[in-house]
């Protein structure tokens, strides 16, 4: 960093949810200037305690769940350090918070809380919600692991990096899997070649085939092939990953089908 102005990579989230966030990418001193919002609750100071993969920052008067956090911040780093076949860098700086409504809306809150915690410049934060924590951590930090996994030049498409992250979590919401049953049923099945930036939930039902059919080292490669394409000439996500198996095209994508047809009948 060089200059007078304070750089931290935040802003707007690459997951954009209410309970969660993850921010990257640096502030303008204009919006590091925002006022600070009021939290909820009555807390204390910020301290941080550190675990082997994490500097979880909380404030006092959250002591009663630190415990529980740290085991299952740590519980979902190996879950997908072994699925990805890859370990941070560094250290996650976790930033907890009370409610769903302390999480920040803009850069500027962001950017205000991470300077109030304490957590150093510079580098990507999780802010997570107590109050969400458990449905959360899993999902977003899967987005620092595929921050710190694909190349900082690649741009991925959004419905790979949010596919990844639902498929993590190991579960699928009842109203998204209906979705997807519905359109399934009536034949509404897009190309893997004509996803788009929305289509997280087909991202989703692709990484649990990727995982299925390829092993714990499919959504890597995936992801790099994806990334791969760039530079490669490939023409779509279907094709990046044969750049790094061995599977015809075509076959991956009957495959796919048969699969969705299996588990979304």
Same mark, same amino acid.
């Given at each position: ?18 309970? @969660? ?15 600070? +919002? ?9 301290? /941080? ?8 920052? *909380? +404030? +006092?008067?959250? #002591? ?6 740290? +085991?299952?911040?740590? $519980? @979902? ?15 996650? =700086? ?19 809380? /991470? ?15 107590? #109050? ?7 999902? #977003? ?9 694909? =190349?900082?030049?690649?741009? /991925?498409?959004?419905?790979?990096? #949010? ?20 359109? /399934?049923?009536?034949?509404?099945? =897009? ?22 059919? *390829?092993?714990?080292?499919?959504? $890597? $490669? *995936? ?37 969705? $047809?299996?588990?979304?009948?």
């Amino acid at each position: 960093m060089s200059g007078s102005t304070q750089i931290i990579r935040q802003a707007l989230p690459i997951a954009l949810s209410i309970v @969660a966030v993850t921010w990257l990418v640096p502030l303008s001193a204009a919006q590091s200037a925002a006022p600070p +919002r009021k939290d909820s609750g009555r807390l204390g100071p910020w301290t /941080v305690r550190p675990t082997d993969h994490f500097d979880i920052y *909380y +404030r +006092r008067g959250q #002591e009663s769940r630190l415990n529980e956090v740290a +085991r299952e911040a740590e $519980r @979902a780093y190996l879950r997908i350090s072994m699925d990805l076949e890859h370990t941070l860098a560094n250290k996650v =700086p976790l930033i907890l918070l009370q409610t769903n409504r302390d999480l920040p809306q803009h850069p500027g809150e962001a950017y205000t809380i /991470v300077r109030a915690s304490g957590a150093p410049d510079g580098v990507d934060h999780m802010m997570l919600s107590l #109050e969400s924590f458990s449905t959360r951590v899993t999902h #977003e930090l899967t987005h620092q692991f595929e921050f710190d996994l694909i =190349p900082r030049p690649c741009r /991925v498409p959004a419905w790979v990096l #949010e596919g990844l992250a639902d498929h993590e979590t190991g579960n699928w919401i009842s109203s998204e899997r209906s979705a997807l049953r519905a359109s /399934v049923a009536a034949g509404l099945i =897009p190309a893997v070649a004509n996803f788009a930036t929305g289509d997280r939930l087909w991202g989703h039902a692709l990484f649990d085939f990727i995982m299925a059919e *390829y092993g714990t080292q499919g959504a $890597r $490669r *995936y992801v790099l092939a994806a990334c791969e394409r760039q530079t490669s000439g490939a023409e779509n996500a279907r094709d990046a990953f044969d750049l790094a198996s061995t599977e015809v095209s075509k076959e991956f994508d009957r495959a796919f089908l048969r699969y969705l $047809r299996a588990q979304f009948n």
